[in-house]
């Protein structure tokens, strides 16, 4: 029978371990594309020039206004990639529109970055950046999980920058 101080000590290193995997998310290899995967197209955001629309719905499927997890290629070798958070911003053909986000601090005061804070997206409640300068075509159906919507007055910010930087209307 384990003692008090015994169960202390499991606890913690369960803790531990938990915080350990957790801090790794953000910081997981690359790998190809998974299996059936329609693709991710990358542009620069002023050749993507659309209607931003604010348009989320608890319904299951991804819409503009929530932040989603889909596998984004590498831009040095599009091959490779890994699970990242995207803002969906609209839809161009049957595509969903979207930004990508970091919670990588040396982004604060980069001008392809915005700042939206922290939110349900981020277990760890991290601060989060939005990459402004590349868009991200995704197929519905490769959208892995919604993450959470993004409030209104955030996604205003956002959509502020792609009207004044990048034509977007």
């Known amino acids: ?11 913690k290193q369960a803790v531990d371990v938990g915080v350990a995997l957790l801090s790794q ?29 604010y348009a989320p719905e608890p319904d299951g499927a991804a819409d503009p206004g929530e932040i989603v997890w889909t596998w984004v290629p590498f831009e040095e070798d599009a091959s490779q990639g890994k699970d990242r958070p995207l803002l969906v911003v609209g839809r161009g053909g049957g595509d969903l529109l979207g930004l990508m986000l970091s919670s990588r601090h040396r982004r604060d005061g980069d001008p392809d970055w915005v700042g939206i804070g922290a939110g349900e997206w981020d277990r760890e409640g991290r601060e989060s950046f939005i990459r402004l300068d590349r868009v991200l075509e995704v197929g519905e159906h490769d959208i892995r999980r919604e993450g959470a919507v993004l409030d209104k007055p955030r996604f205003d910010k956002v959509a502020h920058e792609l009207r004044t930087r990048y034509g977007w209307h």
């Open 25 to 53: 998310a953000d910081e997981q290899p690359a790998r190809p594309a998974p299996e059936n995967h329609g693709g991710v197209r990358t542009a620069p955001t002023a050749d993507r020039s659309r209607e931003i629309v």
């Open 1 to 11: 029978m384990l003692s008090t101080m015994d169960w202390g000590n499991l606890l």
